[in-house]
């Protein structure tokens, strides 16, 4: 017999010694990936959770009042209203279990001709009050990338 065909202690050939043992290397990481998977925290539990998410939206809020190129836009709003539907939509984009009430992007938007610019300086004070809040950048990447499909349907509607 070759030394590579050669039978083990444990009566296998080397080769399937390696191919069993690469077996369950392979099992333990998939194991370990699914473990890791279901403890993961979600997006929403990341922000704070409903404490963390009121806070950031009340940052926001804030801001766009306080920025010269957002706060005519938000003379008029419903801050109460808005900061609720806020809510909504973030913690239903985030795993918060929320289901949103508003209305849909370009409804809400109707008649508001935002433009690409107004829609970049809203994103830059966001990012602004969820700096103040103490979220991670990390986790304002996240939420924005989430938010950004939306473009299309706030400006120039």
Request: hydrophobic share 40%; charged share 20%; with cysteine.
């Amino acid at each position: 017999m070759s030394r590579s065909m050669s039978i083990s202690e444990y009566g296998l050939p080397r080769w399937a010694r390696w191919t069993s043992a690469g077996m369950l290397v392979c099992l333990a990481m998939l194991l370990n990936a699914c473990a890791h998977t279901a403890s993961r925290s979600t997006l929403y539990q990341d922000l704070g959770g409903e404490r963390g998410v009121a806070l950031m939206i009340d940052e926001i809020v804030v801001e766009l009042h306080a920025d010269p190129k957002l706060a005519d836009l938000f003379t008029e709003t419903d801050d109460d209203y808005f900061k609720e539907r806020l809510n909504e939509q973030i913690c239903m984009l985030t795993g918060g279990g929320c289901e949103y009430t508003g209305l849909d992007m370009p409804e809400a938007h109707s008649g508001m001709d935002l433009s690409a610019a107004q829609f970049n300086d809203f994103v830059e004070a966001c990012r602004r009050a969820m700096t103040r809040a103490g979220v991670q950048v990390g986790n304002q990447n996240r939420l924005l990338a989430i938010l950004a499909p939306m473009r299309a349907d706030v400006i120039h509607q």
